[in-house]
Nanobody
Framework: QVQLAESGGGLVQAGGSLRLSCAVSGRYDMGWFRQAPGKERDFVAGIMWSGGSTVYEDSAKGRFTISRNNAKNTVYLQMNSLKPEDMAVYYC??????????????????WGQGTQVTVSS
C-alpha cells in the first residue's frame, strides 16, 4: 500500500507563493490535483518518476513548477503569483510508471489526504 502525505498548504495573499510537498516512496509517476468546493478534482501538474518530463494545466504554466527529489522521496509543487481562483484542496497522486502524460484523476491509483490552500484577495 502506497502512502502519500502532503504538506505545505496554508493561507497566503494574492500574488504570494507556497511550496507544497508530497512524501512518497517508490517508483511512481506523480501528479498534483486540486478541488475547490462544489467543483471536480482537476489536474494541475505531473512529473514522471525519473523527473525527465513534466506537464502542466494551462493556468499553472509559468506560475507553478513541479519537481521531485527521489533521494528524499519527495515531490514538490512550487506555486508563485497565486490568485484567489487557485484556492482549493490540493492532492498529490501516484501512478505506476507507464504511459505518459496522464491528466485524468482516474488514471492515478494512490492519493494523499489533501492540503488546503487559501488565497486571500
Amino acid at each position: 500500500q502506497v502512502q502519500l502525505a502532503e504538506s505545505g498548504g496554508g493561507l497566503v495573499q494574492a500574488g504570494g507563493s507556497l511550496r507544497l510537498s508530497c512524501a512518497v516512496s517508490g517508483r511512481y509517476d506523480m501528479g498534483w490535483f486540486r478541488q475547490a468546493p462544489g467543483k471536480e478534482r482537476d489536474f494541475v501538474a505531473g512529473i514522471m518518476w525519473s523527473g525527465g518530463s513534466t506537464v502542466y494545466e494551462d493556468s499553472a504554466k509559468g506560475r507553478f513548477t513541479i519537481s521531485r527529489n527521489n533521494a528524499k522521496n519527495t515531490v514538490y509543487l512550487q506555486m508563485n503569483s497565486l490568485k484567489p481562483e487557485d484556492m482549493a484542496v490540493y492532492y498529490c497522486a501516484a501512478k505506476l510508471p507507464g504511459s505518459w502524460p496522464k491528466r485524468m484523476s482516474s488514471e492515478y491509483e494512490y492519493w494523499g489526504q489533501g492540503t488546503q490552500v487559501t488565497v486571500s484577495s
